[in-house]
C-alpha cells in the first residue's frame, strides 16, 4: 500500500524543518535561525490517529547560479508535484509578505490541496494576526507554533482529511513484487530490458531518463513477478536532472510496494553517499533486499577483485550485512540468470515464520552462552520470545526492563536467531517488550 505524501512548503526562516521534526517525532532536519539553513528536501515517515503518511521538508538547493528564492522556488516545485497534500507555513509574527504571495502563486498552479498554517504564533493574543492570511486564498489559516508543539493536532486533522483513498495492488499474494532502486544511470533500465529479454523501458546514457515507476508483470520458470522500475522524475528541465536527490522520493515509493528489493550500483563509479542513502530507506521500511553490482564486465579484472569490491560493499554498507552480493551486466547478461532464484530465496525469507518452541531454545541458548550484562546494578531478564510478523519477520522478546535491552545485546539476539534459521536477504525486527 502506498502512502500519502505531505509536503511542508513555505519561504525561508518561517519554521518548516521545526514543524518537519515534530511531526515525525524527532529531530531530522538542522534547526538554526539562518533563512534558507535547509539546503536539502529531507524525507520521513509519520503517523497520525493510525493512519501513515510520508512527509518532505522542502528548503533551498544550489542548482548553478541561480538566485536563491529561485532554488528555493524550484526545489519546492519538485516536492509539490510529489506531493498529495501541501501544508503552507507562514509567519505569524511577519504577517503577510510579498514572499508568501509568491508562495501561494506557486501553489496555485499545483492544483494539490493546500492547507495553512501559520507558525510562531506561540500565545493566544497573537490569535487575531492570524486572520490577515485569509488573504493568500487558502480558507482557514490555522495557528500552530512549532517550538512548543501548540495546534498541530488539529492542523493534522485537517491534513489527514485529504489524504487519497487508499489503493491496494492488483496482484496475488503469489506474486513476488521487486523493485530496482539507485542512482540515476547506474542501468536499472538497462537490468529489466536484460531480465525481460526485451526492450520494454526505454534505455539511455543520459541520468534520469525514465519519467515513472513502470510496472511490469513476468514469469519465470512458473513464478510471477512484478518488476517496479523507480527511475527517475516527471519533467524535463535543469532542475529536475541535476536533482539526484529527487530520485529518493521515487524510490521511497516504490520500496513500499516491494517484497523485494535490488539495490542497483554501478561498479564504474564505486559506491556513493546517495547509493547508502537509498539503500538505507528500503533497510528502514523492513524490505527483503539483494545488493546487485552492475557494469561489472566493464571493469579491469583479476581473481581479487571481486573479494576487494564485496569488503568495499561490506564496509560501506554495514546495515546491510544481511544482504547478498551479485555481481552482474545487463549488456552481456553474465549471472542475470542467477537474480530470480535469489529473489525467491530472499522472498521466502522475508516471510518466515517459526516454531515459538524452537525460537525459545535459541535464546535460551544464547543468554546461558552469553548473559545480558548488568546496568546500574540489574541485569536483563528474558522470559519469552515470540514471532509477531513477517515482511519483515519480527520478534517480541518479553523482558523485566525493556530499558535494560542494550542495543549491542539486541543486535547479538538477532545475530543467533540468523545462525539459526535462514533469514539471508532480510531485516529482522527484535521487540525488547516488558511482561506483564
Not at 511490469?216 to 516527471?234: F, H, K, L, P
Not at 535494560?404 to 536467531?417: A, C, G, P, V
Request: charged share 30%.
Amino acid at each position: 500500500m502506498v502512502k500519502p505524501v505531505v509536503a511542508i512548503v513555505g519561504r525561508p526562516n518561517v519554521g518548516k524543518s521545526t514543524i518537519f521534526n515534530r511531526i515525525v517525532g524527532e529531530r531530522v532536519s538542522i534547526v538554526e535561525d539562518v533563512p534558507g539553513v535547509t539546503r536539502d528536501r529531507i524525507y520521513n515517515s509519520a503517523e497520525w490517529l493510525g493512519k501513515e503518511f510520508n512527509i518532505i521538508d522542502t528548503g533551498g538547493i544550489e542548482i548553478g547560479d541561480e538566485p536563491f528564492l529561485d532554488q528555493i522556488r524550484a526545489q519546492a516545485e519538485i516536492a509539490i508535484d510529489e506531493a498529495d497534500v501541501i501544508i503552507f507555513i507562514a509567519n505569524g509574527r511577519e504577517g503577510v509578505t510579498d514572499a508568501d504571495e509568491q508562495v501561494a502563486k506557486i501553489l496555485y498552479r499545483s492544483k494539490k490541496p493546500v492547507v495553512l498554517a501559520i507558525n510562531k504564533v506561540d500565545n493566544p493574543e497573537m490569535r487575531d494576526q492570524v486572520y490577515d492570511f485569509y488573504s493568500l486564498g487558502f480558507g482557514e489559516p490555522y495557528p500552530i507554533s512549532g517550538s512548543h508543539g501548540l495546534g498541530l493536532g488539529d492542523l493534522l486533522d485537517e491534513v489527514r482529511t485529504h489524504f487519497p483513498a487508499e489503493e491496494e495492488d492488483d496482484y496475488d499474494d503469489d506474486v513476488i513484487k521487486f523493485s530496482l532502486i539507485g542512482r540515476p544511470n547506474v542501468g536499472k533500465s538497462s537490468l529489466i530490458n536484460a531480465m525481460l529479454g526485451e526492450d520494454r523501458v526505454i534505455v539511455s546514457n543520459i541520468a534520469g531518463t525514465t519519467r515513472d515507476a513502470i510496472d511490469t508483470s513476468y514469469t519465470y520458470e512458473d513464478q510471477e513477478y512484478v518488476m517496479i522500475d523507480t527511475a527517475g522524475m516527471r519533467k524535463k528541465g535543469k532542475v529536475y536532472e541535476n536533482t539526484e536527490k529527487y530520485s529518493v522520493l521515487r524510490a521511497m515509493r516504490a520500496i513500499e510496494r516491494s517484497d523485494v528489493v535490488l539495490v542497483v550500483l554501478n561498479a564504474e563509479e564505486g559506491i556513493r553517499e546517495q547509493d547508502k542513502r537509498i539503500a538505507g530507506y528500503a533497510h528502514d521500511a523492513g524490505r527483503a533486499i539483494i545488493i546487485v553490482v552492475n557494469k561489472w564486465d566493464a571493469i579491469q579484472k583479476d581473481e581479487k577483485t571481486m573479494k576487494a569490491f564485496t569488503e568495499d560493499i561490506r564496509e560501506q554498507f554495514v546495515f546491510l550485512t544481511y544482504a547478498p552480493i551479485v555481481f552482474v551486466s545487463a549488456l552481456t547478461k553474465k549471472r542475470l540468470t542467477n537474480l530470480f532464484p535469489l529473489i525467491n530465496q530472499v522472498s521466502d525469507n522475508h516471510s518466515l515464520r517459526v516454531q515459538s518452541s524452537m525460537l525459545n531454545d535459541v535464546i535460551s541458548d544464547a543468554v546461558a552462552m552469553n548473559p545480558a550484562p548488568m546496568d546500574k546494578g540489574k541485569r536483563l531478564k528474558i522470559f519469552y520470545t515470540t514471532q509477531v510478523a513477517v515482511k519483515p519477520p519480527t520478534f517480541v522478546v518479553f523482558v523485566n526492563e525493556p530499558e535494560l535491552m542494550h542495543f549491542s545485546y539486541e543486535r547479538f539476539l538477532e545475530n543467533r536467531i540468523r545462525e539459526a534459521f535462514p533469514y539471508e536477504g532480510t531485516p529482522i525486527r527484535v521487540i525488547p517488550r516488558k511482561r506483564k
